[in-house]
């Protein structure tokens, strides 16, 4: 089945010490996002790639940055993870373009990350 | 700028009861999307209905139905004889028009169904 798939789905990490967490997808869509859920929160974009082209929200940490190899992978660094970026990382895809425009993202289960 | 208010915070109901989960959204943009998201305690987010501002028709599908009314900003989701199974966390979210398809996710609604 094409999917969104995210690994680890537990993720553990020590203060201040570098972690990346990874999303690949097999529905070869254009559009890839990173997004953070806190516990009984919503979650919050963080950033997302269409095609290439890398777009950050405002207010996401300079902590946090990403990267796209190819259009069926991409990457989240926590370059220095505190306590308060304990989190579930949610990943999610969707085709966009003129004439398919706002199409459902369709989700990974998530790496829950775990700081210590 | 676009927000998305889900007022109930938790509902719980008894197996086979209905429950309806309330979404009332803000936005500026005449062309705009709004999608309907479950998360089951696994945690992925499910796809469940995406709706564009010029479709007003309601929408059934088994045992769920979305009831759009553009005149009260809202889009409001009904669970019919519901299932142990339903029990999950309810998204309503809004994208705006055609070039920015970022989501605006409401608070979410955590429906506990008891059998």
């Known amino acids: 089945d094409a999917m969104v798939i995210q690994n680890p789905r537990y993720q553990v990490t020590q203060f201040g010490k570098p972690v990346t967490l990874s999303c690949s997808q097999t529905l070869n869509h254009n559009v890839m996002y990173w997004y953070q859920q806190k516990s009984s929160q919503a979650p919050k974009l963080l950033f997302h790639?269409?095609?290439?082209?890398?777009?950050n929200e405002a207010d996401t940490p300079d902590n946090f940055q990403s990267r796209r190899p190819n259009t069926s992978f991409c990457f989240l660094d926590i370059r220095s993870p505190g306590l308060g970026d304990a989190a579930m990382y949610l990943c999610a895809t969707s085709r966009d373009n003129e004439r398919l425009s706002n199409q459902p993202q369709h989700f990974g289960d998530g790496t829950r990350l775990s700081i210590l | 700028a676009q927000k998305v208010t889900q007022a109930q915070t938790e509902i719980s109901v008894v197996e086979k009861e209905d429950v309806t989960l309330d979404c009332v959204y803000e936005?500026?943009?005449?062309?705009?999307?709004l999608f309907w998201y479950k998360q089951p305690p696994s945690g992925e987010l499910v796809f469940l209905i995406r709706r564009n501002s010029f479709d007003e028709q309601n929408e059934i599908s088994g045992r769920y139905s979305w009831n759009f009314q553009k005149s009260t900003s809202s889009f409001n989701f009904t669970i019919t004889a519901s299932q142990v199974v339903d029990s999950a966390v309810y998204f309503c979210a809004l994208s705006p028009g055609a070039n920015d398809y970022k989501l605006s996710f409401g608070a979410g609604t955590t429906v506990t169904v008891r059998a």
């Open positions: 936005t500026r943009d005449t062309t705009y999307y």
């Open positions: 790639y269409y095609d290439k082209d890398f777009n």
